[in-house]
C-alpha cells in the first residue's frame, strides 16, 4: 500500500511539473477588456474606499455574530425551561429563575460584544500593518493628512464593530424569548 501512494505522489508531482512548464501566466479563458476611465463613486474618496475594502470583512463577522447570537438565543429558551423545570440550580446560583436567566443572557452580549470587539481589533490592526508595509506613505505623499487618513481605517472599524454588535443581538433578541 504505501508503495502505491509513494507512487501516485510521484505521478502527481510530475503532472504538476509538466503543467507549470506549460502554463502560459497573466493569461485567462476569458478576456477581459479594459476598465472604466474613471473610478465609480464608491472609489473616489478615501473614507469610501477603504470602506468598500472592509464591506466583506465586516459582512463575515456580521454574520458570525448573527449564527452566535441565534444559537445561543434558540438555548436560551432551553435554559429558561431548565430553570423553571429545576428551581434548584437557580438556588445553586443564589438568584431566582428569572435572574438566572437575564445573567445568561447577559453572558452572550457579553461574548456578541467580544466578538464585535475582535472586529475592530482586526480593522486597526489593517491600519498599523498599512503604515508598517510602507504603504500608508502612498496615501499621505498625495494630498491627504495623516488625521484624515487615520480616520478613514479607524471609523469603518467603529461602524463595522457596531454592525457586528448590532446584528449579534438583533439574531439574539429575535431568538430568545425569556
Do not use: C, H
Not at 465609480?40 to 473614507?47: D, I, K, W
Not at 453572558?107 to 508598517?132: C, D, F, K, P
Not at 504603504?135 to 480616520?151: F, I, M, P
Amino acid at each position: 500500500m504505501p508503495r502505491i501512494a509513494a507512487g501516485a505522489g510521484l505521478l502527481l508531482v510530475a503532472v504538476a511539473m509538466a503543467a507549470r512548464i506549460r502554463r502560459d501566466l497573466g493569461s485567462a479563458l476569458f478576456t477581459r477588456g479594459p476598465g472604466r476611465p474613471a473610478a465609480g463613486p464608491s472609489l473616489v474618496g478615501l473614507l469610501t474606499a477603504t470602506a468598500r475594502v472592509a464591506a466583506p470583512a465586516v459582512a463575515g463577522w456580521a454574520l458570525g455574530g448573527l449564527f452566535v447570537g441565534a444559537v445561543f438565543g434558540f438555548a436560551g429558551d432551553e435554559v429558561a425551561k431548565v430553570f423553571a423545570a429545576t428551581p434548584e440550580i437557580a438556588l445553586l446560583l443564589g438568584t431566582g429563575q428569572a435572574e438566572a436567566t437575564e445573567g445568561y443572557l447577559r453572558l452572550v452580549v457579553l461574548l456578541i460584544a467580544l466578538l464585535a470587539t475582535g472586529y475592530a481589533v482586526s480593522a486597526l490592526q489593517r491600519v498599523r500593518t498599512t503604515e508598517r508595509n510602507g504603504l500608508g506613505d502612498l496615501t499621505l505623499a498625495a494630498s491627504v493628512s495623516r488625521t484624515r487618513w487615520l480616520l478613514s481605517g479607524v471609523l469603518p472599524g467603529l461602524l463595522g464593530s457596531a454592525v457586528v454588535l448590532a446584528a449579534g443581538t438583533a439574531a439574539l433578541g429575535g431568538r430568545s424569548r425569556a
